[in-house]
């Protein structure tokens, strides 16, 4: 029986561990449809201060969970195994970048402060500093997808000063359901998308991009 018990207690520890690693979801290169057109020079980073990495010790490229059956939670990881920061900061100049401008990335880790990532921008010498922190993004799929965020954008002048500054928070968002068990997987970068849109395309932050 204990041999049984053994056996039994190996093979599920085998499937957690690779239920864990299947989970992936598209993040980066992605191109929302920003509103704003121009050929001025930009500089994109993005700050992730998430709870669940600074204080909770989870990975940067963890974005959420994706449940069983009987809901247990497995992580959500970016398919590109790269930190939820970069793959932002990646579709940001991607969707920039199609309506003309001329962008780059600063990359950041979760241990910077914001005046340290505004320093390097900064120094770019662009003319216009994007920041985006991101608070809070996490999605929670079982038979159906949950989005919440909480992330401001800064966005700055050549000089670092501050042009304006914008919240944008989303509480049990529906991405769509999840019923074949990987529509995730299309719902929630469609969903990442349209949040772009939202912050880039509200008037006052579409107005100092211009």
């Known amino acids: ?18 239920n864990a690693s299947l989970y992936k979801v598209h993040y980066d290169k992605l191109v929302a449809n920003i509103e704003a057109k121009g050929t001025k020079s930009v500089s994109i980073a993005t700050l992730d201060h998430r709870a669940k990495i600074q204080k909770e010790g989870s990975s940067p490229d963890c974005v959420g969970y994706v449940r069983s059956t009987v809901g247990i939670p497995y992580s959500l ?8 920061s970069d793959d932002v900061s990646s579709s940001i100049n991607e ?20 005046n ?10 662009s003319d216009i500093s994007i920041l985006l922190v991101t608070n809070l993004w996490w999605t929670d799929t079982h ?3 949950l989005l919440e965020y909480d992330v401001t954008v800064n966005v700055y ?32 970068p469609n969903g990442f998308t349209e949040a772009l849109e939202r912050f880039f395309n509200d008037p006052e ?5 211009e």
């Not at 340290?116 to 010498?125: A, C, P, R």
């Not at 932050?205 to 991009?209: M, P, S």
């Open 116 to 125: 340290i990532v505004v320093d390097k921008l900064k120094n770019s010498g």
């Open 95 to 114: 969707s920039f970048a199609k309506k003309g401008f001329k962008c780059s990335v600063t990359t950041t880790t979760p241990n910077d402060s914001a």
């Open 77 to 84: 990881e970016t398919k590109s195994k790269k930190p939820f």
């Open 1 to 18: 029986m204990k041999k049984i018990n053994f056996i039994i207690m190996a093979l599920l520890a085998i499937s957690v561990s690779t």
């Open 143 to 145: 038979m159906a997808t």
């Open 157 to 188: 002048d050549k000089s670092g000063n501050l042009l304006v500054s914008k919240n944008f928070t989303e509480s049990s968002k529906g991405l769509g359901v999840n019923i074949w068990g990987n529509e995730y997987q299309k719902n929630i």
């Open 205 to 209: 932050i579409k107005k100092v991009l």
